[in-house]
Every structure is written in C-alpha cells, then in structure tokens.
C-alpha cells in the first residue's frame, strides 16, 4: 500500500490552514470595509507566522487550490483541444476550435480563480514569513522560496493561457484593482521568482511532493523554452541532466508503465522532478481517473466519465508505432461513438475508495520533460539537432519501447537523418506520446506555431484565431475596476 502519510498529512494541513485564511480570502478578493480587514490579518500575521512548523502549514495552503479537483479540469482543457483527442458532452466545443462557449468560459474562469487563490496564498507567505520571530533565517529561505515556486507556476499557466493578466504579488495583494500586465511582465516575474528558487529550495525536499532546486530548475528551462530562449532552455535542462539525481523507470511493457511509472501504490520514483501527491483518501485523491476511465475497463473502481477520447482511425494514432508500449495505454471502447473509439487507460487504480480518492501522482515534471526539453532547446540554439539533443530524446524513445534507456538500440533515431525543422517536429511527437494525458500538446502546439497546421491537417478543422487565448472571467472584470471589458477582455469575447 502506498505510504501517505507525509502527502496525507500535506493535503490536511493545507486544507486546515486555507479554511484558516477564509476571513483573508474574502476581504483581500472583495472590496469590504477597512475596518473589517485589519483585524483578521492582524491576528493571522502577530500570531501564525512565528516558527518553522507555522510557516510550513501556510505554505501547504498554496497547494490547496493546485491539488484539487481544478488542476485535473485544467489538463482535461487542454487535452481536449489536442489533435489527437476529442472533448464529450460539455467540452465537445474544445475540440472545434471556434471559440469558448458558455460552459467551457464558466470553466476556465473557475481556473482562473484557483490560480490567483494558490498566488494569493503564495504571496501571504511570501510577505510574511520574513517576521516571523521563532524561525531560522534557512527556513525562511526554503518557504519564501518554495512559495516563489508555486507562484511561478500559477503564472505560467496564467500567461500562456489568457496572455497579459493582472501581477498580484506580496506588495500590492490587497489592491483590488490592478491593470493587466503584458506578457513579458508576467515572464519577468516568473524567471525571476524561479532564479531565487532554484538557489533557496533544497538539493533534496524532506517529504515527497515538495519542490527542490531541480524542480525549479526543470520549470526554468521549460519557462524559457517558451520565451524562445533556447540557450538558457538548454543549458537550464542539462544542469539536471547532469546532476545524475534522476533515471527514467525501465520498462518492459504497457502494463509496467501503468504501475511502475504511474501506479496507484508509488511513493516515489527515480523518475519524479515535481508531482502533484495524491492518495487513497477522501478528497486527497487523483480525479483524472473519473475523468479519463470507462466503466467497462474496470481500471477504476468508481466507473468513470470518459470526458476525453481518440479515435483509431486519426492520422495521428494511425502513424503511431504500435511496437510503442505507450500506445498501448489506449483502449478500444465503444462509448456509444463507434467501434473505432479509443480511452485512454495511462492512470489505473482498481482499489480506489472514491471519485477523487485514487492513488496514482500527477507527473507535472519529469526526467522526461528534462530530457526533452533538452532535445528541443539544444537543437533550436544550434541551428539543427546535435548529437547530444539526439542522445536525450533516443534515452526517452528506447524506454518506450522496452530497451535500456542509457544503451543505443535498434530504434534509435540517426542524427544524420534530421535537420532542424524535422527534428523539431521529430521531438514534439515524442513529447506527444510522453506526456499523454498531461495537457502539455495543445500548449507545444501554440508555442511552436503549429496549431492551425496540424489541427487542419489532422482533424480537417480551421482554428479560429479567438481560440488560441482564453476568456478573462467576468468575475475578474466585474470585481477589478482597473480592467475595462470592452478593451481588456481578450478578442473574440
């Protein structure tokens, strides 16, 4: 059985301490009396923030709103708008590209609002942890960075999601209205948030599912390779490359990626960078297995939705490798759309006790990202693939095909085979076929370029432009008086 109890007691804890922030949480996000603010943040600051074990317990709230139900909505999103999967029932309007609908922007603000909560939580920290009066200036350290982590990675889902948004950081958190920031200010923030995290967070965290410097490190590179900076995205990911800290998990067939790499009972693996923790508990579980499972495969013990599904009759399925093991975590089910309907069986957890109560971790980073992000960037910053870029992405080709990782094999790719264009295109499939499940192709497929291409090409459909960036909420709108909806909204809505 899977250990919990450090992830267990992470999850609690985090839930305690934000319900001990309800009184903050209202009056920071809503414009109430002065007179009602000071007395709540006085008593949470002068007697909360003091010893280590305090400023942990807030710093557990950041994870709240990341490790609930929202962050698995927020992948199901963007997975449904890949060109390899389909959306069903209310998210079918994800996958024709024209734009969000009613309930898809009622969606997404919902993210919207659990981002700015876990940054809101983040920056309490931030603020207040340096006062306090019974901790060491190291631990202030490690949480002030590992709440610079988090808010990094709130706002990198932010900016590429919606573009410019608001900056609410630890100095202006209790301004209602803030304008929009541009997209380059947003990444200011980011990188420099990381930069400090990498430098602050421990080579080794004391409990599983915290972040440490390589975490930092492997988010930077992917920041950057973003911001086209393929240099530092290179050399970002190498430094965890070459720490040797990290192996990818050796495997044999479909069934062993399902338990050894993502199963339910893993505590950990060589593997793991950054996962979201999860476990067998009420409420403390990973929901993209209700999301992702049919009744019918008896993988999940509480049936599932089958939100997201593929067909085997798209070109992209089509011109997958069957001797790929990790095409084999798809399955053949009729969900009432035809014989030809694929469900997605990558998370599996039969003895879990409840919709949100499965066991298996959400893989946010991975040696994987590390090493593709490595293959990508080498490659861009080179002018075309080197043969340590190929060496990276032929570590994560062999395990998939059941071969030694560090040892060349029959399917290795051939560096002279490929320029820069082609490869490029080369790493983007594997990165396809990795990270499944993990909302990360719609987002490869807009920082490179390639949406409308490759949906037309794979799906027939032409991506209207208003789909590429989702709508601002119009509870943002309503709630910051600085935004105007007519020019701050983002076009098409």
């Given at each position: 059985m899977k250990n919990?109890?450090?992830?267990?007691?992470?999850?609690?804890?985090?839930?305690?301490?934000?319900?001990?922030?309800?009184?903050?949480?209202?009056?920071?996000?809503?414009?109430?009396?002065?007179?009602?603010?000071?007395?709540?943040?006085?008593?949470?600051?002068?007697?909360?923030?003091?010893?280590?074990?305090?400023?942990?317990?807030?710093?557990?709230?950041?994870?709240?709103?990341?490790?609930?139900?929202?962050?698995?909505?927020?992948?199901?999103?963007?997975?449904?708008q890949a060109d390899y999967a389909y959306g069903r029932g209310s998210w079918a309007p994800l996958h024709e590209y024209q734009g969000f609908n009613d309930a898809n922007i009622n969606r997404v603000g919902g993210l919207w609002t659990a981002f700015y909560l876990s940054i809101r939580n983040a920056n309490i920290v931030i603020a207040n942890a340096p006062k306090g009066n019974a901790i060491s200036e190291a631990d202030i350290k490690k949480y002030v960075g590992e709440a610079k982590f988090l808010r990094a990675f709130n706002y990198f889902q932010l900016v590429r999601n919606w573009a410019g948004v608001p900056l609410r950081t630890e100095a202006n958190m209790n301004d209602i209205n803030l304008a929009k920031s541009t997209p380059e200010e947003v990444y200011n923030l980011i990188v420099a948030d990381l930069k400090e995290a990498e430098t602050n967070l421990p080579d080794k965290p004391a409990q599983t599912g915290r972040p440490s410097k390589w975490a930092a490190k492997t988010l930077l590179a992917d920041v950057y390779l973003n911001q086209k900076k393929y240099a530092e995205a290179r050399d970002k990911a190498d430094e965890v490359i070459k720490s040797g800290k990290f192996a990818l998990v050796p495997v044999k067939t479909a069934e062993d990626f399902r338990i050894n790499v993502f199963g339910p009972d893993l505590v950990t693996t060589t593997e793991e960078i950054f996962f979201f923790k999860y476990s067998r508990q009420i409420s403390q579980g990973n929901y993209m297995l209700w999301i992702t499972n049919h009744p019918s495969t008896k993988l999940f013990s509480f049936g599932g939705a089958y939100v997201v599904y593929g067909e085997t009759t798209d070109p992209f399925y089509k011109a997958w490798d069957k001797r790929d093991l990790r095409n084999g975590l798809w399955n053949k089910v009729n969900i009432g759309l035809g014989a030809n309907t694929l469900i997605s069986s990558?998370?599996?957890?039969?003895?879990?006790?409840?919709?949100?109560?499965?066991?298996?971790?959400?893989?946010?980073?991975?040696?994987?990202?590390?090493?593709?992000?490595?293959?990508?960037?080498?490659?861009?910053?080179?002018?075309?693939?080197?043969?340590?870029?190929?060496?990276?992405?032929?570590?994560?080709?062999?395990?998939?095909?059941?071969?030694?990782?560090?040892v060349a094999s029959e399917i290795d790719f051939a560096l002279s085979d490929y320029n820069a264009a082609t490869f490029e295109d080369l790493v983007l499939t594997e990165r396809a076929y990795e990270f499944l499940y993990l909302g990360k192709r719609w987002l490869d497929l807009k920082r490179t370029g390639k949406v409308k291409a490759t949906i037309l090409k794979e799906k027939g459909i032409t991506v209207l432009d208003k789909h590429l960036i989702w709508p601002i909420p119009n509870s943002e709108l309503n709630y910051n008086k600085a935004l105007d909806p007519l020019t701050d909204q983002n076009p098409g809505y």
């Open positions: 919990i109890n450090s992830n267990y007691k992470l999850g609690l804890v985090s839930q305690w301490i934000t319900n001990g922030f309800v009184m903050i949480c209202v009056l920071v996000l809503s414009a109430c009396e002065d007179s009602l603010i000071e007395k709540p943040k006085s008593i949470v600051v002068e007697t909360f923030f003091n010893t280590a074990a305090e400023v942990e317990s807030a710093t557990n709230a950041i994870y709240t709103p990341l490790r609930s139900n929202d962050y698995t909505v927020y992948e199901t999103t963007l997975e449904c990558k998370f599996a957890d039969p003895n879990a006790i409840s919709q949100t109560g499965a066991g298996n971790d959400d893989p946010v980073y991975s040696y994987a990202d590390a090493l593709l992000i490595y293959a990508e960037s080498a490659a861009k910053a080179g002018n075309g693939p080197t043969a340590e870029a190929i060496e990276a992405l032929n570590k994560v080709h062999r395990r998939a095909y059941g071969y030694d990782p560090k």
